[in-house]
């Protein structure tokens, strides 16, 4: 419980930064899935779920990979070896 305004603002703050930045890693990982739609064409949920559990860090390796795969073949090996 907050016990004044003094401590209210700060967490405030932090509450609204922790959620725009679980807003944009969520943006992310959907820009991604539709980007590899576009590529792939279908990506089953096998696959989605994954995806929707890399860091950011693994979206931003596997967007630069994704510019070679040519089938869900190959975005099922990326995951296998990146989880």
């Known amino acids: 419980m907050v016990e004044s305004e003094e401590e209210a603002v700060p967490q405030a703050k932090g509450l609204i930064e ?5 807003l ?7 820009n991604l899935i539709d980007l590899i739609e576009r590529i792939i064409v279908y990506i089953p949920p096998s696959l989605t779920e994954p995806i929707r559990g890399l860091s950011i860090e693994q979206l931003e390796n596997l967007g ?5 795969f040519d089938s869900e073949e190959d975005l099922r090996q990326w995951l296998e070896q990146h989880n």
């Open 18 to 22: 922790k959620t725009k930045n679980q």
């Open 64 to 68: 630069e990979a994704l510019l070679n």
């Open 24 to 30: 944009t890693d969520e943006r992310i990982q959907q």
